[in-house]
DNA sequence: TTATCAACCGCAAACGATTCCGCAAACGAT
DNA sequence: ATCGTTTGCGGAATCGTTTGCGGTTGATAA
């Protein structure tokens, strides 16, 4: 059926546009019989306003955009599905850029979303990224941003993250209850953040305790874990237990562990960090630290149109907290 | 900085309106002088236009959307990753649904894509769809459509997913050439047409070679996995390789075949049908048939800019073929 | 009768661009 | 000198809404 306009509609009721509009947007100034009218007429020419022009008028573009460095597999798809579910309930609509970890890109992507106008950003930061005051500029008299998952929380803006350096220490303490002593954490990319955070969390643990001995170990590249851990369990082979910063890595360091003919948890323990699913598809099921990514997605999003519904530029800075889910990857050495 | 407006931006050059817009679209009429100066001030005071207002008078939102099922975390990355480039390489942006498998809900969504005037919509539809009629309704006069995975060919619109029902045919066909007698068929949900098509595919290759012995699995829900697998195999212990029809099945029969402590390829070989990255995460590695989830993104993108060009109304169906790629988990038992 | 005041509705100006016309100056040709 | 044509630009309508403001009714009070 062809769409209507609301001049359109107006001459078909023999109304002016102002009272269609107004009866259609229930104002006061309007006669309930006239606003029946206008609804019976505009439901039998099924009458839908064209929402670009509103926005032109009311200069809210109905729009938020999410700013990815990537879509992985095990992050992303929940990540977005809880963001899609906020973002559609407000009557609002979800675009999609991805910033190939690229910071250039992610300048270009930021400033491409204020000129169509976008009412929001929820940005989940580059690897490239480092020069805040770029940032920060260009967050001035423009669209809000929320900063999710990859933040970095000196920048004056509202973020949501997973906790970052405790839950390091809380999966060495955890290995160190049940017994490991020889404790090998793996991590991805140093030059991230989130690796830095959980990096750093895990030696202090260790040194902490004093009577622990960490190895660790770092992928420049995700795909080289095979390679990279094979040389690493062969050099350290006091190794009883590993500390898997991802699931990513969690797959991969599985595979290899299998491929090596390795038994999990009899030889070598794993405990990682996932959002939930990979550890129970995974045999034997992975002990793991739950972050949800759902979570995440939902409070960011949420976080965001507080700041669009209130205009409060207060800065939020929202820590998701992990709980510890115990399944078969770990054994107790007791 | 502000963003400023054509009509500033003019006053500020102390031109009109439509010579400064003629001037930055590089129309012939505007003098290669005047040109310059425009462009010049229009750098100095970072004019942008704004895309909504454009948009009222030309008709064109720069919006495509993608309307998914859900988001699941073997497909979708990639298929959004390679949609998401082609779209903005010719500088449209992407929007996301999810319609959760409701077919009400799809509807609606579509309807709203209108509504918001996105210029064209990639659709993958969910299992509940049916009737024909509303979509085709729907699709006249509005947004083209274009709809991709998720299929129904005999709908009036172009449509891009992987090869039907001879892909089942070619697994049989090699599971048998490699001595195979008793194959095991795993399939999700027979209400979806693509179980449909594999599942059919399937048994017709199995009656057509007369010397096999077939077994067909179908899973209305893929968590019941471990256990309805358990079960077959309990009650089929002859079958000596199973076919898989995805990577969301084949990362459990995986599971599920580790916990029963069953030797992959030895005892029971695997072959699977999956766009690459799975396959190669487990031990030992799956042979598969190879469907690349980007090349369907990318070939459904093109397709819909190229009705959006064109205004060619012309309907194309496309099959993408799938690869054999021979890793680990199937036995020669000849 | 007339002033007052709701209640109800329409006019017209935005919003920020594109684009159809028309108009003046410049120019070459007759 | 006159006429047509090109060149370069401005005026104003338009896209489909929202909304401030003013105007018309009819009822009520003075």
Redesign the pocket.
Known sequence: MKRI???ELAQALN?????V??A??DHP???ES?KEKVREASALYNYK??LR??Y???KSSGLVALILPEYNMFFIPTLMQSISEVVNKHNYSLLVFQSDDSFEKELDIIDYCNQISVDGILLSLSNGFNKDEDLKELSSDNAPIVLLDKVLPNLKMSCVSVEGDEISQRAVSYLRKKGHKHIGGVFADPGISISQNRLKGFTEAIEDYGDLQGYVLSLENVNETDRELTRFLKEFPEITALYVMSDEIAMRVYHCLNKLNVKIPDEVSVISISDGSLPRLLHPNITHFYHSAAEIGKRAAETLFHVLKSKSAEIENISIECQLVELDSVKDLK
């Open positions: 306009t609301l001049r109304m002016s546009i102002s009272t509009s107004r259609l947007s100034d309007i006669s006239t306003p064209n022009a509103r032109l008028r009311t």
